[in-house]
């Protein structure tokens, strides 16, 4: 189902979290659930994955983890508070100690010259830390493309705040 780099990622963050004591939780739009997919691809995911919320709607993003429906009216669900408060919140809502957030356009329509197809943010959270933001501008010419990049990309921004 996930490329081979994918699985390699997945299990990597696996063991290295379990190594940790750390438990992770997902926020995803764009994708899905595709990064709690990968997770749980691995044998033994359960004892660092907590859960995943798939908050696709924008109705989704504010009841289940808080962003407020002004924030998304004013900037659009694909922007960097977004992405920061749906980490903050799946944290909040979860007792996993690390978050990742995804919310972009996967295509192949809803881009917008300031938004085009392929522009998906990222943010982390973590207990007692400050939330950290990823921009990217993918350019896959399929809506998969986008998303195992998004994936790719999620996967690596996790092992990189398990440090």
């Given at each position: ?9 997945a ?22 659930g ?58 909040e ?24 197809v ?11 830390a ?27 921004i ?6």
């Amino acid at each position: 189902m996930f490329s081979l780099e994918i699985e390699t990622l997945a299990r990597l963050l696996v063991d290295e979290a379990r190594e940790r004591g750390l438990r992770i939780v997902t926020a995803e739009s764009c994708t899905g659930g595709l990064v709690a997919a990968a997770i749980c691809s691995v044998s033994g995911a359960s004892d660092v994955f907590e859960r995943g919320f798939v908050t696709y709607s924008n109705r989704a993003k504010q009841e289940m983890l808080g962003v407020p429906g002004d924030l998304i009216a004013d900037l659009g669900a694909v922007s960097e508070p977004v992405a920061r408060m749906m980490a903050e919140g799946a944290l909040e809502a979860s007792s996993a100690h690390l978050a990742v957030a995804i919310t972009g356009v996967a295509g192949p329509g809803g881009g917008t010259p300031l938004k085009p197809v392929g522009t998906v943010h990222f943010a982390t959270a973590r207990s007692n830390a400050a939330v950290m933001h990823r921009l990217e501008a993918f350019e896959h010419e399929t809506r998969e493309g986008v998303q195992m990049a998004a994936v790719q990309v999620a996967l690596q921004i996790l092992r990189d705040r398990l440090a």
